[in-house]
């Protein structure tokens, strides 16, 4: 959750809270089934499988962190050009 107090700009900083969600929200399902798999794994002591899970769990968090910088500086991009437009 994000506080929106004495900002300007709450409407386009409520889009970019949701755009941070929506990054997550796009590989929950997936990340959700391999860290089950994991505790699966873990359980059975498949090392093969586990390793091969923990890679993969790695892997998406690593999208979700790229995803999350896009937007960051999607964000950043434009507000130089609004602050552009201003001068």
């Known amino acids: ?4 107090i004495h900002n300007k700009n709450k409407e386009k900083e409520k889009v970019v809270w949701m755009e941070l969600f929506q990054c997550e929200d796009f590989y929950l ?3 959700t089934k391999l860290q089950n798999d994991k505790e699966v794994c873990l359980q059975k002591k498949r090392n093969a499988k586990y390793k091969k899970t923990l890679v993969e769990i790695q892997n998406i968090q690593n999208k979700v962190r790229l995803d999350k910088i896009k937007v960051k500086i999607k ?3 434009q507000n130089q050009s609004l602050f552009a437009r201003n001068i």
Do not use: A, H, I, P
């Open 1 to 4: 959750f994000g506080l929106f």
């Open 29 to 31: 399902d997936k990340l």
């Open 75 to 77: 964000v950043k991009m």
